[in-house]
C-alpha cells in the first residue's frame, strides 16, 4: 500500500484529489457528491465531515477495483440485478417521454389542492380490479342494493369485507392521489360514479371531513410552489393510467379465463403436478404475441413479494397478467425509440451499475464468500480493505481537501 499525501496550489476545479491507482476522483466531482451527502445525511461541513466522505469515496474504489479483479460482474445474481436496473431505467425514460410532461397549473387547482391538504376525510369504497364488475356493482347500487352487501362481494379483505369498505379517516397525502382527488371532489354523503385509480375501479363513498387549520394567504404562498408539484404529479398519475389502459385495448388482449381459474386454483393449493400438467396450454394471446402457462409463470415470477401478495382471486391473476404485457410494450417501443443512446441514461446506468456491485460484494462479504474471516461483518470488512489496500496506491491531495470552498 503506498497512501502518499501531497500539497498543491493548483486551483483548477478538474484537477485530481484523490487517485486510488488508475481511478481519479476531480474536485469538482467531490464537490457536487459533497453537497448531496450532506444534504442527505443532514451534517454540517466540517473537516470531520469531508474527511468522513473523503473515506467513504475511497472505499467505494476499493471495492469496484476488488470486483473487477475477480470479474464479480459475471455473477449470475449481480446480472441479474443488473438486467432488472436496465429494463426499468428505459421505462423510466419512455415514461419521462410520454407521461411526465411538465403539466400546467392554475392558481385555481393549486388553492383547490390547498384546501384538501388541510382537511381529514372519512370514506368507505367499493373496489373490483376490472371495469365490468364495478359498472355492475354500480348498477347495482342504483337498485337499491345494500352497500354492505355489495362490499362482502367486493373485498378478499376481510377488514373491509364486513365494515363495507370503511377505510377511515385519511389526510389527502396518505392516499393515491388519484383516489384522493375523486374523494376530496365530493361532498358528505356523496357516492362517486365508478373511478379509475391506480390499482382498479373505485366507487367511493365520502361520509364526513374536518378542516384542520385556519386557512390564510400567506401559509398558502408559502406552500404554492410545493401545491404546484402536487398538482402536476396528480396529473402525471391520472395521464398514466390513461396511457396505460388505451396500450392494453390496442394490443387487443384475449385472456383463456378457463385456464385462469385452474391456474389460480393450483397455485392455492400448491398442486405442482397439476400446474405443471397446464404449462403447454394456451393463457392469452394479443397482437403479435401469445403466452401459454408456462410463460406467464415465468413472467409472474419476476413481480415483488407486494406485488404477488395482491393477487388473490383469478380476477387479480389476470389483471396482473395484462399488466405485464403491457409493460413488455412499453419496453420494445422504449428499445425502438433508442431512449438508452440519451447521455444522462449511460451516466445514471453506469452510477447504478457501480452501486450495485458495491452491494452485491458487500454482501458476499457478509455471507462469508470473500475471504475466511468469520465474526462481525465489521471485522470482516476491516481485513477484506487492507488485503486490497496492500497493493493499492492511494493519493490524496490534504490542501485542497482541507481548504477548497462550496
Request: glycine residues 2%; charged residues 30%; negative net charge.
Amino acid at each position: 500500500m503506498l497512501i502518499l499525501v501531497f500539497h498543491s496550489c493548483e486551483k483548477d476545479v478538474q484537477k485530481a484529489i484523490v487517485k486510488v491507482d488508475d481511478e481519479v476522483i476531480r474536485l469538482s466531482t467531490f464537490k457536487d457528491q459533497y453537497k448531496e451527502y450532506m444534504a442527505n445525511t443532514l451534517q454540517s461541513d466540517n473537516l470531520l465531515t469531508r474527511y468522513s466522505f473523503l473515506n467513504k469515496l475511497v472505499d467505494e474504489k476499493l471495492i469496484l477495483k476488488y470486483a473487477k479483479e475477480n470479474k464479480l460482474e459475471n455473477d449470475s445474481s449481480y446480472v441479474k440485478s443488473i438486467n432488472e436496473i436496465y429494463q426499468q431505467m428505459l421505462l423510466n425514460y419512455y415514461f419521462d417521454q410520454k407521461i411526465n410532461i411538465d403539466f400546467e397549473t392554475t392558481d385555481l387547482e393549486a388553492r383547490k389542492f390547498f384546501t384538501w391538504q388541510n382537511q381529514k376525510v372519512h370514506a368507505r369504497h367499493l373496489f373490483s380490479r376490472n371495469e365490468q364488475q364495478i359498472l355492475e356493482l354500480y348498477e347495482r347500487l342504483l337498485l337499491n342494493d345494500e352497500w354492505e352487501t355489495l362490499a362482502l362481494e367486493c373485498f378478499q379483505d376481510s377488514v373491509l369485507r364486513f365494515n363495507g369498505g370503511d377505510i377511515g379517516w385519511h389526510e389527502f397525502d396518505d392516499l393515491d392521489p388519484v383516489f384522493a382527488y375523486h374523494l376530496y371532489s365530493l361532498i358528505p354523503g356523496e357516492i362517486s360514479e365508478p373511478v379509475r385509480t391506480s390499482d382498479g375501479y373505485s366507487i367511493i363513498e365520502l361520509i364526513s371531513v374536518e378542516t384542520n387549520e385556519l386557512l390564510t394567504e400567506n401559509a398558502f404562498q408559502l406552500k404554492r410552489e410545493k401545491l404546484t408539484n402536487t398538482v402536476k404529479y396528480y396529473k402525471q398519475k391520472q395521464r398514466l393510467i390513461n396511457f396505460m389502459d388505451s396500450t392494453s385495448k390496442s394490443l387487443e388482449i384475449d385472456i383463456n379465463r378457463d385456464i385462469i381459474e385452474q391456474l389460480h386454483i393450483s397455485i392455492k393449493s400448491i398442486g405442482y403436478k397439476q400446474i405443471e400438467n397446464l404449462h403447454e396450454e394456451p393463457m392469452v394471446t394479443y397482437r403479435n404475441g401469445n403466452w401459454n402457462v408456462l410463460k406467464s409463470i415465468e413472467r409472474l415470477s419476476n413481480l415483488s413479494k407486494k406485488q404477488l401478495s395482491k393477487i388473490r382471486t383469478p380476477l387479480d391473476l389476470e389483471q396482473s397478467i395484462i399488466g405485464l404485457i403491457c409493460r413488455e410494450q412499453f419496453l420494445y417501443d422504449a428499445k425502438r425509440q433508442k431512449v438508452y443512446q440519451e447521455i444522462s441514461f449511460g451516466e445514471t446506468f453506469s452510477f447504478e451499475k457501480n452501486k450495485m456491485m458495491i452491494k452485491h460484494v458487500l454482501d458476499k462479504l457478509d455471507k462469508n464468500h470473500i475471504g475466511n474471516i468469520n465474526g462481525l461483518f465489521e471485522e470482516k470488512y476491516s481485513h477484506f480493505k487492507k488485503d486490497i489496500l496492500s497493493n493499492t496506491s492511494v493519493i490524496i491531495d490534504s490542501i485542497t481537501i482541507k481548504g477548497f470552498t462550496l
